[in-house]
């Protein structure tokens, strides 16, 4: 089997290449060859028991999306995005990555000819959704997004569903909860507080908090999130439908409960490390956000998480993340 990730050297396609490398197979199937792209070239590794290409450039310039799928990959697991707050900021970015580059990414497929028809594993988000919303959003809730990312995954979805109704390739759609807690440095994403004020405290520095402790948001971990992609590389099809698109399980809380948490496991001293700095951008995105779902579809369909509770999230970038100790 053939891998391709677009988006390898971000947090989430890093840890999904590591564990493709590690187990060497994607469900029953043995890795023969695996292709890893961004707009920077991720991290080739040491040693692996297969051919590993890493690939540097923009894929949503003309010609880029043929060169990458040229090697006819069997499984596409397309991460590649500009994120929230990016994708707010500078609006002419976020339509050419997220709408373009995926558009000619698909029709590079359609076009590509001789019967190729990968498996897509499209990773969508939560922000396709937009307020007023019910206590818990349920699988036939409508899409109203309220920024611009939001809307450029909903159009994504749709080409992803269109694409694979017409048989052009076997497609399915994952949206994502808030990764957290995120490793590394922050990010542009207008969600990341929600790991920088748990991620820093925990390694000794301070955190600014820029929304009040009552903002309610859906969380899960990073291995929650590997653990999605590759049930969605490997799961049956078929059992999906034409419905092509499924909102992920994960844990609703709020910034106090997610800083209650820590204090629990972590202690006061820790969490006394947050510093309140409200920010209206923040404040105006995070205002539209979705705050719990019930993703019984993706849960019937064998979805899980690693975290049953906001604890579990902390104990989890501890032990993954931080060698099992903090900065008390």
Known sequence: ???????????????????????????????????????????????????????????????????????????????????????????????????????????????????????????????????????????????????????QKAIGELLLADYSRRGFLYGIGIRLPT??????????AASGFFSNILREPLAGKEAVLPVSEDVRHWHATPRSAVGFLLHAGTMDLAAVGPRRNLTMPGLSATVGEQIAALKRVAGEKVAARIRREPDPFIVGIVAGWPRRFEARRARELGFTTEEKTFDDIIRIHIEDELGGKFVA
């Open 1 to 151: 089997m053939h891998i391709l990730v677009l988006g390898a050297a971000g947090m989430v396609g890093r840890k999904l290449s590591e564990r493709l490398l590690r187990d060497g197979r994607l469900g029953k199937t043995e890795i023969s060859r695996l292709t890893l792209h961004d707009v920077f070239e991720p991290e080739k590794p040491e040693k692996a028991g297969f051919p590993v290409e890493t690939v540097a450039g923009d894929f949503a310039v003309p010609g880029a999306a043929e060169n990458l799928i040229a090697g006819r990959p069997d499984v596409i697991f397309h991460l590649a995005a500009i994120v929230s707050g990016e994708a707010e900021l500078d609006f002419d970015k976020g339509y050419r990555i997220n709408l373009d580059g995926t558009r000619m990414l698909l029709d590079a497929i359609r076009l590509a000819g001789g019967g190729y028809k990968p498996r897509v594993v499209f990773t969508s988000s939560i922000a396709v959704y937009g307020a007023p919303f019910p206590e818990a959003i349920g699988d036939e809730f409508f899409h109203t997004p309220l920024l611009s990312y939001g809307t």
């Open 179 to 188: 990764i957290c807690i995120r490793p590394g440095l922050p990010n542009k």
